[in-house]
């Protein structure tokens, strides 16, 4: 079987927080970026990034590792940090190894990371901890030792971090530092996956569809399928045809093609959804929007799609708001009106919305629907590459080009408020 790894510099984006994180993960069957899913559009000149689907047919069951915990939020100042760090703040030591790990601020170097890494965790930093977990994991700037590893996910879950909760889930699906476990595996997705983390929950779908340390039922994979990719996890995504984040309210794909479900369960679905939407559940009404937009279960159509859509963005349903506002810019559903389409993707942006983000930035680059700012786009495609969208990332080092250095730092500081009142 061949393995792969996560990249590092993804983000995860949770209940509309940006928890930005250093990804020196452990090895996985698949690889699965933080991308947008498919089914939200991008510019028209680049498509969203496609997702991973989950394997087919393998005799393990596919395991995504979580990325490493929390690294320095944007714009922070690299000469305070490190006065911090030598201080010995172990928030400020683990920030400082995530950016010599990742090259931010400071020189790429393999064996600081693990300097300041050992520190923080030596203090009980829960963050530091699974990221040395995931250093010993990859071997990255220390021999490879899957066992160190394993040791140092354990003081992080005991701290109930996530992260080490899922990552240490994988070392047991995967036999690397303890011997094979599928049951210990699925007990820690669980833990992490209640706690919210998308990883976790797509592990736990994956364990529950394979049969692997729990008996096999595809309703139960369709229901943490459905969680993970609410959250915009794209290989959960892949797998539903589901929209990005919003609720517990976990229609899949599995379960409109009625796999695992009972024969009604489609027209009983739609029915529940149909009665939470009209009581002004927006989650309900989002769903709603969503499976006439794309013909899941109900006939497509855009205009209906766009009532139920702009009823759930009414009431700060940050997806709604977004997918509104691609709407608007297509002219699906309603006379195409770039205004309208800037106004929802900013209210969506404001809530973390990395997709948001980056469709706000291009239109404040091209002057649609806004007046052209170089420097707010520039502001919203650093916010959105923070959140791991690569096309933003590209698009932010080419504008970046165009810019006086006092327009960047204008743009940082534009940026880094908004991203303080995020968070």
Not at 39 to 51: L, M, W, Y
Not at 369 to 394: C, H, M, Q, S
């Amino acid at each position: 079987m061949n393995f792969s790894w996560i990249k590092p510099g993804q983000v995860i984006s949770s209940c509309g927080m940006l928890l930005i994180v250093l990804s020196l993960a452990v090895c996985t069957f698949t690889v699965a970026a933080q991308a947008a899913p498919a089914d939200e559009a991008a510019p028209a000149d680049e498509a969203a990034p496609a997702g991973e689907a989950a394997p087919a047919g393998e005799a393990a069951p596919a395991d995504e590792a979580a990325p490493a915990d929390e690294a320095a939020p944007a714009g922070v100042d690299v000469m305070s940090l490190i006065k911090k760090a030598k201080a010995g703040d172990a928030d400020a030591q683990n920030w400082f190894g995530w950016m010599y790990a990742d090259g931010e601020g400071v020189p790429d170097s393999a064996d600081e990371p693990v300097k300041w890494y050992r520190r923080a965790a030596a203090q009980g930093n829960a963050a530091a901890q699974n990221n040395l977990g995931n250093v010993y994991a990859n071997g990255d700037g220390v021999p490879r030792n899957a066992a160190a590893a394993v040791r140092w996910f354990r003081k992080a879950v005991v701290q109930e971090n996530a992260l080490a909760q899922n990552n240490l889930g994988v070392m047991y699906a995967k036999g690397e530092g303890v011997p094979e476990d599928y049951a210990e595996a699925v007990k820690l997705y669980r833990l992490a996956a209640k706690q919210g983390l998308a990883v976790a929950q797509y592990n736990l779908g994956v364990m529950y569809a394979k049969g692997a340390g729990v008996r096999k039922d595809d309703g139960a994979s369709a229901k943490w399928y459905g969680k993970a990719s609410a959250q915009g996890y794209t290989a959960a995504q892949k797998n539903l045809k589901a929209a990005e984040q919003g609720d517990d309210l976990a229609l899949s794909a599995m379960h409109a093609k009625r796999r695992g479900v009972s024969g009604d369960y489609t027209e009983a679905t739609v029915r529940w959804y149909r009665k939470a939407a009209e009581e002004g559940a927006a989650g309900a009404q989002f769903r709603l929007g969503w499976m006439y937009d794309y013909g899941e279960v109900l006939p497509e159509d855009d205009a209906v799609a766009v009532e139920w859509y702009g009823k759930a963005a009414e009431q700060g349903h940050a997806t709604a708001q977004y997918t509104l506002g691609v709407m608007c810019a297509n002219g699906l559903g309603v006379p195409e009106d770039a205004a309208f389409a800037v106004k929802w993707y900013r209210k969506a942006a404001r809530q973390g919305h990395a997709r948001a983000q980056a469709d706000l930035g291009w239109m404040c680059a091209n002057g649609l629907g806004v007046p052209e700012d170089d420097v707010e786009a520039y502001a919203w495609y650093n916010l959105a590459a923070a959140a791991g969208d690569d096309v933003a990332r590209r698009r932010r080092d080419s504008i970046k080009g165009d810019l006086a250095r006092s327009e960047i730092k204008r743009g940082q500081a534009m940026a880094r408020k908004i991203f303080e009142q995020i968070r």
